[in-house]
């Protein structure tokens, strides 16, 4: 009998991923807890009131979640993600928390942060979650909330990631960079690259609502920054420039896709070792993925089921349209861009519809950071 | 700790750890911090360390266990006690394991 019987590894050098990669086996999911949020900020593409009724009796129940946890679990993930909305607005979080905790998961959280309460802290000091990631608006209370409009929600948010900190507990900080904060961004970065010496990072690129809202995403659109601004923030940052043209050197050095017709609708790896649960129990292949054809009821289908037949269908969709497989199809920007079937559909209602401005934005990054179209 | 008690004794999981097999690998998951040298570390069994801790369920003693493993390994008790106070040894010091 050998000697080495117990080995420790860092998570992230577990030789399961590899394993994972190459058989496409399950190994992560994403649990919207609810769509409601304690704020209401511009770019939201899932936001709703935090009192509405309606989306809080379509909210699966703790049982429901055990359930479907139950089968991810099953199928070998290891890694749950819990967002929203705001998931602590839900009175059942530490109990869902704990029950995915006890079942061998690893368990990040998003939040705003504004509801950490001292059971919280408890809680995660308790049984501590993998990461705990905070999006940071504003640092001053008139950009935070110009961002979230909501009286009150800057002190909430600075309650919240005191009370985090003061009890050891390790949250990373992000922002989103938009309209309405992006004067403030270098200060934002500088708060959160002093709490989360190791880790920052934002995003400038605002997709739409998942329930297409025509209002709401109009007030998306006028809170995106233009291409120029979105490539300038790209390469004021050099350790975010090297990461783009290394992600876009990998695809570009990779040849043509997959399919040489270039009509082969996902490029990315949405459904092969994730999915996403939505606030009513909705499957998708990933967290932006609502299409009709590619969603599937939990309540109703069990995720094994759902993986076997709804994944591959969904992966193996291709565009009809000449255009498509003349442009996005083909696109060596590709890892520079938004667009994804997901975001496409969003956008135009059609899963391989193209969107201007997602071009705009790859071509400004490829010029701004020197790479060949 | 004394092998000639500890032999007697039965051990199980701690109620703080979760141990999961995925993709024929045994994991054990800690529920809570300061199992690991740092808290970003998850635990894995060898082919002998997962004989050991499938029969650690808080009734067998250690000394039936090494005669269990004996028997379906065909090797050598004095081998085997080696391995299996060794690896009682390292999962007590972590608290993963505890004698019932």
């Known amino acids: 009998m050998s000697k080495s019987l117990v080995t420790s590894i860092p998570i992230q050098e577990l030789p399961l991923w590899e394993k994972r990669d190459m058989e496409r086996g399950l190994f992560s999911f994403e649990l919207e807890l609810t769509a409601r949020c304690t704020s209401d900020c511009r770019h939201c593409y899932i936001r709703l009131p935090a009192d509405d009724a309606h989306a809080r009796s379509l909210e699966l129940q703790s049982d429901e979640i055990a359930r479907i946890a139950d089968e991810a679990v099953s199928l070998g993930s290891l890694w749950c993600l819990i967002t929203g909305g705001e998931p602590l607005l839900r009175k059942?979080?530490?109990?869902?928390?704990?029950?995915?905790?006890?079942?061998?998961?690893?368990?990040?959280?998003?939040?705003?942060?504004?509801?950490i309460t001292g059971e919280h802290v408890e809680l995660f000091l308790k049984y501590p979650p993998r990461d705990i990631e905070i999006t940071v608006y504003g640092v001053t209370r008139e950009t935070y909330e110009r961002v979230t409009r909501t009286p009150g929600s800057f002190d909430a948010f600075m309650r919240g990631l005191d009370r985090l900190m003061s009890a050891g507990i390790p949250a990373r900080l992000k922002a989103m960079a938009l309209r309405s904060n992006v004067s403030e961004l270098p200060e934002i970065a500088r708060f959160c690259r002093e709490r989360t010496k190791d880790y920052f990072r934002f995003d400038p690129l605002l997709h739409l609502r998942f329930d297409r809202d025509p209002g709401r995403n109009e007030e998306i659109r006028s809170e995106r920054l233009s291409p120029e601004e979105i490539a300038a923030l790209d390469t004021a940052d050099e350790k975010r420039a090297v990461a783009l043209r290394s992600g876009c050197a990998d695809l570009t050095q990779s040849g043509p896709p997959a399919d040489a017709n270039g009509n082969h609708l996902f490029r990315c790896g949405a459904g092969n070792g994730n999915f996403c649960v939505g606030y009513a129990g909705m499957f998708r292949l990933c967290s932006a993925l609502c299409h009709p054809d590619c969603t599937a009821d939990l309540r109703k289908q069990n995720l094994r089921d759902i993986r076997r037949t709804l994944v591959p269908k969904v992966r193996d969709m291709r565009s009809e349209r000449k255009e498509y497989a003349e442009a996005c199809g083909v696109c060596p920007l590709f890892n520079l861009c938004l667009w994804c079937p997901a975001h496409a559909h969003l956008e135009t209602g059609q899963l391989d519809g193209s969107v201007p401005y997602f071009c705009e934005i790859a071509k400004a990054r490829a010029n701004a950071l020197k790479i060949e179209n | 700790m004394d092998p000639s008690n500890t032999l007697d004794s039965a051990f199980a999981p701690s109620e703080n750890v979760v141990a999961r097999e995925i993709e024929g690998e045994i994991i054990i998951v800690p529920l809570v911090a300061?199992?690991?040298?740092?808290?970003?570390?998850?635990?894995?069994?060898?082919?002998?360390?997962?004989?050991?801790?499938?029969?650690?369920?808080?009734?067998?003693?250690?000394?039936?266990?090494?005669?269990?493993?004996?028997?379906?390994?065909?090797?050598?008790?004095g081998e085997i006690e080696a391995d299996v106070i060794g690896i009682i040894e390292e999962l007590s010091r972590r608290k993963m394991v505890s004698p019932k």
């Open chain 1, 92 to 115: 059942d979080f530490p109990e869902i928390y704990s029950m995915l905790k006890r079942k061998g998961l690893l368990v990040s959280v998003f939040t705003n942060a504004q509801c």
């Open chain 2, 34 to 77: 300061g199992m690991g040298d740092t808290d970003d570390e998850l635990f894995t069994l060898n082919e002998t360390g997962r004989a050991i801790w499938q029969k650690l369920d808080g009734r067998r003693s250690l000394r039936q266990v090494i005669e269990e493993l004996a028997t379906e390994y065909e090797a050598a008790e």
